[in-house]
């Protein structure tokens, strides 16, 4: 029920106030970003309206969405402002780094079948245990951004991410070890 009701709430609101919206988030973008603000509404709105159903009852839908676009201003701030380093090789070495954590090796060097293997597995977990993974391993988040973006609470979040490497362990130990040879 919560559900319906919060998506009805959230499709009324950004049906009525998406121009509000775009206003808010140019006004509060700095013009070296490259980003669009029509892009950042509809990150948000998909985020809002897939994760609907696990808060509890929205009451101040405003409040709720216009929280959400600003962390989501502030993230986009912040990767604009972070070195530009290249995305592949700084996927490469948080991949190498998460790999350190689900195959407990001190090496830093993993055949390139292992880490296929690796991002495989991570692309095939359940939504939410996947969504965690990427965003503390991957993109950086803390506990506590995640937990403002998703109402999720931090203890929850830390179950869910170890319940993920859980998983990813489990799923890769047999592949590990055809690899070791």
């Keep these: 029920m919560n559900q319906s009701e919060n998506s009805k709430?959230?499709?009324?609101?950004?049906s009525e106030e998406y121009t509000?919206?775009?206003?808010?988030?140019?006004?509060?973008?700095k013009a070296s970003v490259n980003k669009d603000a029509e892009d950042i509404i509809q990150d948000v709105a998909l985020k809002l309206f897939t994760s609907a159903d696990r808060y509890s009852p929205i009451n101040n839908v405003a409040?709720?969405?216009?929280?959400?676009?600003?962390?989501?201003?502030?993230?986009v701030m912040r990767a604009s402002k972070k070195n530009k380093v290249d995305y592949e090789s700084q996927n490469e070495a948080k991949l190498i780094e998460f790999a350190n954590i689900i195959y407990e090796a001190p090496s830093d060097?993993?055949?390139?079948q292992m880490k296929q293997e690796l991002k495989g597995a991570i692309i095939n977990l359940k939504p939410n245990y996947?969504?965690?993974i990427i965003a503390i391993d991957f993109e950086g988040s803390t506990y506590k951004e995640v937990e403002l973006?998703?109402?999720?609470?931090?203890?929850?979040?830390?179950?869910?991410?170890?319940?993920?490497i859980s998983l990813l362990y489990k799923n890769l130990k047999s592949k590990q070890e055809l690899f070791k040879t």
Excluded: C, W
């Excluded at 509000?20 to 973008?29: A, E, G, H, I, T």
């Excluded at 060097?109 to 390139?112: D, I, N």
């Design 109 to 112: 060097l993993y055949p390139e």
């Design 20 to 29: 509000s919206l775009k206003y808010y988030v140019r006004s509060n973008l």
């Design 9 to 14: 709430k959230l499709n009324t609101f950004f």
């Design 149 to 164: 973006e998703t109402g999720i609470p931090i203890g929850t979040l830390m179950s869910i991410r170890h319940r993920a």
């Design 63 to 75: 409040g709720f969405v216009y929280r959400a676009i600003k962390n989501k201003i502030i993230d």
């Design 130 to 132: 996947r969504d965690i």
